[in-house]
Nanobody, 129 residues
Framework: QVQLVQTGGELGQAGGSLRLSCKFSGRDSPKALIAWFRQASGKEREFVGRISWTGRITDYSDSVKGRFTISRDLANNTVTLQMNNLKPEDTAVYYC??????????????????????WGQGTQVTVSS
């Protein structure tokens, strides 16, 4: 079992920055793969990025690569999504998610929301132009 609680800024301007945090807890949480997804109004939920349980491996979608950074604080069980150079198209509900399955997952499959078992409550992020 993993519990995920999201906190962080919700309103930003184009070119500015926002930070979202995801604090996780539960027996299986320390070694969980954590990912961020987002869902814009009227669109399907999409992969934003992910970080391994060690924090050493990160991966990002092309739409955010170079602008967003995911980091992991192992001591405090927190994953942070730092969003820089924001664009209006970054407006969406953002979710953190945890994968605790022990089986191997490919770099392709790990971007599917079906690979994740636990989800945060979601945070609306709005970027004005």
């Amino acid at each position: 079992q993993v519990q995920l609680v999201q906190t962080g800024g919700e309103l930003g301007q184009a070119g500015g920055s926002l930070r979202l945090s995801c604090k996780f807890s539960g027996r299986d949480s320390p070694k969980a793969l954590i990912a961020w997804f987002r869902q814009a109004s009227g669109k399907e939920r999409e992969f934003v990025g992910r970080i391994s349980w060690t924090g050493r491996i990160t991966d990002y979608s092309d739409s955010v690569k170079g602008r967003f950074t995911i980091s992991r604080d192992l001591a405090n069980n927190t994953v942070t999504l730092q969003m820089n150079n924001l664009k209006p198209e970054d407006t969406a509900v953002y979710y953190c998610a945890a994968r605790t399955r022990p089986d191997y997952v490919t770099d392709y499959a790990v971007r599917r929301e079906s690979e994740y078992d636990y989800w945060g409550q979601g945070t609306q992020v709005t970027v004005s132009s």
